[in-house]
């Protein structure tokens, strides 16, 4: 399973974009990277999934770099409520989730 | 669906007492995934079964704890005896996966709140 990294905290602005970057220099061939978002007192929620190149869904997108050894979430015109935890996942063959420390994002007005 | 459903939401018990955490994965899923969230230690996986078969227990911290799936729309967390460091929140998650699947989303329940005096 891929080890990640990705930055403890991060401060943004109502309105703004937000790019959480993630490295995973160890993932495997057939590691999909994932990321899930975590309220306070909420369980984790799946927000987007991608192998490479760049994935886009209605909440926001996951660029992959063709050596994929890091992947950068985008979070357009950030709000109040994407205050939250941020989970960066390798993920591959026995479906086996192993979370790290996470991004902690803070919106502000 | 009504999702991933975990009893009870809160418990409180005393140092030395048995605590069972419950949860109920979504119809259809075939993984299940117990987690434990502390300040300290993060989100950490326990045990996660697959067929109701326990897969990959090394994440169980010791002997105290023990995890059963009875049938695919049930499983348990068991602490015996239990200690003030087990105080966490404890989450069950389930997904469509098998060994052969890349990936799968996993859906989580409430949690637990575990408190133990």
């Known amino acids: 399973l891929a080890k990640t990294t990705q930055p403890v905290s991060m401060d943004s602005y109502e309105g703004q974009e937000v790019n959480i970057t993630c490295s995973h220099n160890?993932?495997?061939?057939?590691?999909?990277i994932t990321w899930y978002q975590q309220f306070p007192s909420q369980g984790p929620r799946f927000i987007i999934q991608?192998?490479?190149t760049k994935v886009t869904n209605e909440v926001a997108s996951l660029f992959i770099p063709a050596d994929r050894k890091s992947s950068t979430l985008s979070l357009p015109r950030v709000s109040l409520s994407d205050t939250a935890v941020y989970y960066c996942l390798g993920t591959g063959g026995g479906n086996k989730l192993t979370f790290g420390t996470g991004t902690q994002l803070k919106v502000e007005l | 669906d009504a999702g991933v459903i975990q009893s009870p939401r809160h418990e409180v018990t005393e140092m030395g007492q048995e605590v069972t955490l419950r949860c109920k994965p979504i119809s259809g899923h075939n993984s299940l995934f117990w987690y434990r969230q502390t300040m300290m230690r993060g989100l950490e996986l326990l045990i996660y079964f697959n067929n109701n078969v326990p897969i990959d227990d090394s994440g169980m911290p010791e002997d105290r704890f023990s995890a059963k799936m009875p049938n695919a729309s049930f499983s348990t967390l068991k602490i015996q005896p239990s200690e003030p460091r087990d105080s966490a929140v404890y989450f069950c998650?389930?997904?469509?996966?098998?060994?052969?699947?890349?990936?799968?989303?996993?859906?989580f329940g409430q949690g637990t709140r575990l408190t133990v005096v």
């Open positions: 991608g192998y490479k």
């Open positions: 160890n993932i495997a061939t057939n590691d999909y």
């Open positions: 998650a389930s997904s469509l996966g098998s060994h052969r699947l890349m990936n799968t989303e996993a859906f």
